[in-house]
Structure formats: structure tokens, C-alpha cells
């Protein structure tokens, strides 16, 4: 995991500089800092992050604030957040998650504790990536299919109508029509399926999946 | 807090050293290192404390003592922490009681100058007593 890199949010240089070396050290992260809440968000539009742990009480922003600004442009699952709290505040810990965090962890830190959690928030986004991209690798598919077969068949219809000597023929040319309109109809459904939010599957062979347009 | 009486309280650790190079074990250098760190900025968090009661601004005692809470309890230093988290509390009381905090803030720093003699012995001795 030692390409993960972990912005670090706490108003306290020691409590930082703290985290950042332990956790460079045992766990081989590579550490961003911000001083506040306002400095973490800056840090956000500009550099890629892959984990938040995050102070709750600092100046400017309380940390659950600053926590429900990322959460309008991130959801847990893109960038974990684990609260770093002290042992008495457990109103601000319901309160953070509630707000959106994952996880929290208790000052003092325990390295082992707190790589332990890092690692189990990484390793669930990672999973659930991969979860996302595999449902996106199955609506392509099944988007495929099903342009193959609904617009195969009139196609080869199509074809077979333009054949020698056939288009001189009314009924060829009335299925040469029909075929032709089917093609725009599926095309025009096709387009309109990938507006949707959510896709509806049937089963064409097998296991392979088509969409229901 | 009751003490044995063959024990006097400024005999009492300032930190609990044990759990604290637990959490550093096998990485000696950087717990020296973050100690020595830890009393570059000592100064600082006394200073903000310090303005923030002469300033009344009790949101900011509460953010410096706080902040400072979190620093020591790195060390485990339970008797600094509780100072820090007792001057934490009394700044956001409705009825500021002023003496208790300052009779706490000096409290806090005798505290603090326990823990820092004790920090500097263990840099110099690289933890090895």
C-alpha cells in the first residue's frame, strides 16, 4: 500500500509531524498535511488522496464541518474519513459519523490500531472500486449484445432484401423498409436506455445479459 | 488524587514510559526525534494558552488547551493531560470561573516541567535507563 497517500488534518504541527513520520515508518504511506479544515479542502481540489484522518476539534472549522463539505463532493466509499478524537468527546464522535465519517480513531494513537483501520477503510473502497468497475464492464457488455442482437437481425434482413434483382420487388422493398425502421426504433431506444440511471437486465443466452430497452 | 505517603507526588513519572515506547517499539529514533520535537514547541503551546487567558478569548483557551491535551497524551503524561482537559472544560462553562483557571494553567505548567525534564533525560539517554 505504500503508493496510498493520507492527508493528515490537525491544527497541532506536533500531532501531525507525529502521524505523518509513524505512519511513513510502519506503514509506508505517503502523508499530505493541513493545518485546518479550510486547508484540507484546498488541498482537495489540487492533489489526489486516498484517506482522511482528520482532528475534530480545530480552529476555523470544527472537523464535522469541514467532514460535510468534503461529503458533498466525495462519498465514504471514494474517500474514507477516520476521525481523530479524543477519549471525551463522544457527542463529536456520533456527530462525525453522522456527518459522514467512517471510522474514528482516540488520541493517544495506537500505530497498530490506527494501520489496522487505515488499512480495512483502504482495502473496502478498493473492493468497492472494483465492484463498480465490474458492473460497468457488465452493462457494456450486455449494451453490446444487445446492440448485436436487435439490430443483427433487420440488418441482415436489410441486406438480403438488397440482394440482385430484389429491390425491384414490392414486398422486398416493404421489408427493406420495415427493416431499416426497426434499426432507427433500436437505435433511438438504445439512446434513450443510457439516460436512465439504473439499467434493466434480461437474459439472452445462457448467462449472457441484455438490456431491457 | 491520594498519594501513598512514602511517595512523594513530584516522584510520580510525568509520563508513562513503558506504554509510550510500546507504541514506538523498534522505532527508538523517531520517538527521540518526536520528543525533542514535542519541546521546540512547548513554548508555543504554553504561550497560546497563556495569551488566551490574558486575552479572555476562552474559545481560543479552549482550541490551546485542547490542542495541547492531544500533544501530551501522546506521551501518555495522564497528570499534564488532565490539567489540559480540566482547563478545556472550565473554558466553556457558562460562569467562567477565572481563579480555577488560572490556579489550573499553573498547575498545567509545573506539570510540564516535569514532563520536559523527564523527555530531555530520555533523548539524552536514548531511552536506554
Redesign the interface.
Known amino acids: 500500500m505504500s503508493e496510498k497517500r493520507i492527508l493528515i488534518v ?6 501531525r ?2 502521524l505523518v ?2 505512519l511513513a ?2 506503514g509506508g504511506f505517503t502523508a499530505l498535511e493541513a493545518e485546518s479544515g479550510d486547508h484540507c479542502l484546498e488541498i482537495l481540489e489540487r492533489e489526489s488522496v486516498d484517506l482522511i484522518l482528520m ?1 475534530v ?3 476555523g472549522t470544527i472537523g464535522t464541518s469541514t467532514l460535510a463539505k468534503i461529503r458533498e463532493n466525495y462519498n465514504p466509499i471514494e474517500l474514507p474519513i477516520i476521525m481523530v478524537t ?1 477519549k ?1 468527546q463522544v457527542t463529536d464522535i456520533v456527530e462525525a459519523m453522522q456527518a459522514g465519517a467512517n471510522d474514528y480513531i482516540t ?6 490500531v490506527a494501520l489496522s483501520r487505515i488499512a480495512t477503510h483502504l482495502t473496502l473502497a478498493a473492493l468497492s472500486k472494483e465492484m463498480s468497475r465490474m458492473k460497468e464492464l457488465t452493462a457494456l457488455n450486455a449494451m453490446i449484445t444487445t446492440y448485436n442482437h436487435e439490430i443483427n437481425t433487420p440488418l441482415t434482413t436489410a441486406l438480403a432484401c438488397l440482394g440482385p434483382g430484389l429491390v425491384r420487388d414490392e414486398a422486398a422493398v416493404a421489408r427493406l423498409s420495415r427493416s431499416l425502421w426497426r434499426i432507427a426504433d433500436i437505435v433511438k431506444k438504445i439512446r434513450e436506455v443510457t439516460d436512465k440511471k439504473e439499467i434493466e437486465y434480461g437474459t439472452y443466452v445462457g448467462e449472457t445479459k441484455l438490456v431491457k430497452i | 488524587m491520594k498519594f501513598s505517603p512514602n511517595i512523594r507526588p513530584d516522584k510520580i513519572p510525568s509520563f508513562d514510559r513503558g506504554t509510550f515506547m510500546a ?2 517499539h523498534g ?1 527508538e529514533d ?1 520517538a527521540t ?2 520528543a525533542q ?2 519541546l521546540n ?1 512547548l513554548p508555543t503551546y504554553v504561550a497560546d494558552i497563556e495569551a488566551a487567558f490574558d486575552s479572555r478569548s476562552f474559545r ?1 483557551l479552549e ?1 490551546a488547551s ?2 495541547l ?3 501530551v ?4 503524561a495522564e497528570s499534564a493531560r488532565e490539567k489540559a ?1 480540566r482547563i478545556e472544560t472550565l473554558s466553556i462553562e457558562s460562569q467562567i470561573d477565572l481563579a480555577a483557571i488560572e490556579l489550573t494553567i499553573a498547575e498545567l505548567k509545573v506539570e510540564l516541567k516535569r514532563l520536559e525534564s523527564d523527555l530531555r533525560v530520555e533523548i539524552e539517554t536514548k531511552w536506554a535507563l
Request: proline content about 4%; cysteine-free; overall charge negative.
Open positions: 490537525d491544527d497541532s504541527s506536533f500531532d509531524e507525529l513520520k509513524a515508518r510502519k482532528d476539534l480545530m480552529p479524543s471525551s488520541k493517544p494513537v495506537n500505530f497498530d | 507504541n514506538f522505532m523517531l526525534e518526536l520535537s514535542f514547541n481560543l482550541i485542547h490542542r491535551k492531544g500533544s497524551s501522546n506521551f501518555h482537559y
